[in-house]
């Protein structure tokens, strides 16, 4: 299947303003991404271009503003470079002979994320790195730094040599997302709901990717709306290896298929690939200790009009609201933006199937969550606990983590 860009793995390249970055780029990418200029601070916006890497295929290169910004706009700059961390499976660190604070805080967030990174003399054809800073360097972060020269193809190719090393696999290869629920011949059932909230004429974005996935394992889909599921059972599959629903059907379609039939749902599956299914699973049944006046953060990957708008937007604060029966406050979030308020300010975070994201831009969303110790789940958890169905829609995975 072909990935979209949000998909394709991401790099970040930092460093000082007027440190290279910008030329760096143009030279891998081999053309004028990037406005160059010798005034410090031109890159702004964070800039994005896709480049081909042998053995990887398409990345995402995003150029950040200089970290050490200190024009009029600079603060907020620095804090947008900053929030890219969020979204790279690598970052590439440029710097000159000035090797100090900034770079090790930019090290340190890499720790954080647990982002591998390449440290890159820029400009060694203009005056050679320093031995004794190579040596510091090299020796305190246990790195081998690449010196890149704009002249000089030798460093092209040794980057991206160095890129392809340090770039981890899971951030492009293909997950299987049944991998270990299915065989070649497994016969999937796929429920999917086709009523006024799908979108005219085709299927969203988590349906198609099961359904090829189901294909890729060589195994059967038969895919149903769930007003012809008991037909289908009846008629076509009586036992079917597995079970997939909309989390919306799932109250009906658990009442439908047999108790030994394994059943979950589509939100459910995206969730055990990407993102934090244990801290799901753990966080969700905060739905239980929610008091009045609690917000709860509604976090969606799709970065412009949400696919799933209705269920995060309307239907599922609704259900909560129901199950709950408090009053309680909900904020939706749609893409990699900002939140619009402190983290600290939620009681529970609930996240989309992500399917519009990398695995790493999930778990570097919920880390700083996490890191507070704020409850998290997920869409289609939290639908199979409030049916209480949450033991029978998780418990396959007990052992295939
Ligand atoms: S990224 Fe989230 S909101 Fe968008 S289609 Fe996928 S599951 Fe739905």
Redesign the pocket.
């Known amino acids: 299947m072909n990935k979209g860009r949000e998909t394709k793995p991401h790099i970040g390249v930092f460093g000082r303003c007027n440190v290279g970055k910008s030329t760096l780029i143009n030279k891998l990418v081999g053309q004028e991404i990037s406005i160059v200029s010798k005034q410090a601070g031109t890159t702004t916006d964070s800039v994005k271009k896709t480049m081909e890497i042998k053995g990887i295929g398409a990345v995402v290169l995003i150029d950040t503003a200089g970290i050490d910004d200190k024009s009029m706009l600079g603060e907020k700059r620095v804090e947008k470079a900053y929030q890219i961390f969020s979204q790279i499976d690598l970052a590439l660190i440029a710097f000159n002979n000035d090797f100090g604070d900034e770079e090790n805080k930019l090290i340190e967030e890499c720790k954080r994320f647990d982002t591998p990174y390449v440290l890159i003399y820029t400009k060694s054809d203009l005056s050679p790195l320093r031995k004794d800073l190579k040596e510091t360097i090299e020796k305190t972060y246990n790195q081998i730094i690449i010196e890149f020269s704009q002249d000089s193809s030798e460093s092209k190719i040794n980057l991206t040599q160095k890129i392809r090393e340090t770039i981890p696999p899971t951030a492009y290869q293909e997950k299987r997302i049944l991998t270990g629920l299915i065989k070649e011949n497994s016969v999937v059932l796929l429920v999917t709901p086709i009523d006024s909230s799908a979108p005219e004429g085709r299927m969203?974005?988590?349906q198609v990717q099961l359904i090829r996935d189901v294909l890729d394992n060589n195994a059967i889909n038969i895919v149903v709306k769930e007003t012809q599921l008991e037909y289908a059972l009846k008629n076509i599959c009586p036992n079917p290896d597995l079970v997939i629903t909309d989390s919306q059907a799932f109250d009906y379609v658990s009442s439908v298929v047999d108790e030994k039939i394994p059943l979950t749902s589509f939100?459910i599956v995206?969730a055990r690939l990407k993102g934090a299914f244990d801290e799901y699973v753990k966080g969700t049944p905060k739905l239980d200790t929610l008091k009045d006046g609690d917000r709860i953060l509604m976090l969606?990957?799709?970065s412009h009009q949400?696919?799933?708008?209705d269920?995060?937007r309307v239907k599922l604060p609704q259900w909560i609201r129901n199950y709950t029966k408090k009053s309680l406050e909900f904020d939706a979030v749609?893409g990699l933006s900002s939140l619009p308020r402190p983290i600290t300010d939620y009681a529970m975070v609930i996240q989309?199937?992500?399917?519009?994201?990398t695995e790493k831009q999930l778990q570097s969303r919920l880390l700083p969550i996490i890191e507070k110790n704020i409850p998290i789940s997920n869409?289609g958890i939290c639908i199979a606990y409030m049916n209480g169905i949450f033991q029978r829609a998780t418990k396959m995975f007990d052992k295939k983590q």
Do not use: K, N, R, V
Not at 306 to 309: D, F, R
Not at 352 to 357: N, S, Y
């Open positions: 969203i974005l988590p939100s995206l969606e990957t799709c949400p696919t799933c708008e269920i995060g749609a989309c199937g992500g399917c519009m994201a869409y």
